[in-house]
């Protein structure tokens, strides 16, 4: 089955950049969501189709998807983004649903 | 507005049945596809499998094939998530979440169930 390798954790300074990866075999071929989930609360979606953003969710939320690795980019990082963020796609053959290990976005 | 729903938090012991909810409003129930995710406590988001209201075509994830068993109603809009034997490993919150055609995302969740499964 398709296999998503997320960092296990990134951190950045509040106001700098910042780019959590999900690599996968082909992974451009593919769809790639995200979800910020923050505690005690359920996933929300922040991009879709690798890189259009939902409504509500700010300018700041980016994606791109090239070669064998997606990232979730986060402009201008504040306390209010940390959070754990899963990368996730469709197998294509049997409409499977696979989640990537999910990285927490520490703010220091 | 669209919204999922969720049965409230679950307490069994091990070996007991468990069958957990998810109603639907806001939006064309039957154009959607409803699917099933979990989380083991401190874990990541595991996906379950998926169902589509109109012919209750399910796909399962391998991991829980055979293990729990997705259904339907349309009457009530509501989709499930069941348990014939329940153990202390399935402890672990449910969440549903909605999508529409593949490779679309899941794009509005519920609030989450919690079952925890302890004698």
Known sequence: SYVLTQPPSVSVVPGE???????????????????????????????????????????????????????????????????????QVWESSSDRGVFGGGTKLTVL | EVQLVQSGAEVREPGESLKISCKASGYSFHTYWIGWVRQMPGKGLEWMGIIHPVD??????????????????????????????????????????????????????????LVTVSS
Not at chain 1, 18 to 29: E, L, M, Q, V
Not at chain 1, 46 to 67: A, K, L, T
Not at chain 2, 61 to 66: D, E, M, N, R, V
């Open chain 2, 56 to 113: 209750s075509d399910t796909r399962y994830s391998p991991s829980f094939q055979g293990q729990v068993t997705i259904s339907v109603d349309n009457f009530v809009k509501t989709a499930y998530l069941q348990w014939s034997s329940l153990k202390a490993s399935d402890t672990a919150m449910y969440y549903c979440a909605r999508r529409s055609t593949s490779p679309a995302p899941l794009d509005y969740w519920g609030q989450g169930t």
């Open chain 1, 17 to 87: 950049t910042a780019r959590i990866t999900c690599g996968g075999n082909n992974i451009r071929s593919k769809s790639v969501h995200w979800y910020q989930q923050k505690p005690g609360q359920a996933p929300v979606l922040v991009i879709y189709y690798d890189s259009d953003r939902p409504s509500g969710i700010p300018e700041r939320f980016s994606g791109s998807n090239s070669g064998n690795t997606a990232t979730l980019t986060i402009n201008r990082v504040g306390a209010g983004d940390e959070a754990d963020y899963f990368c």
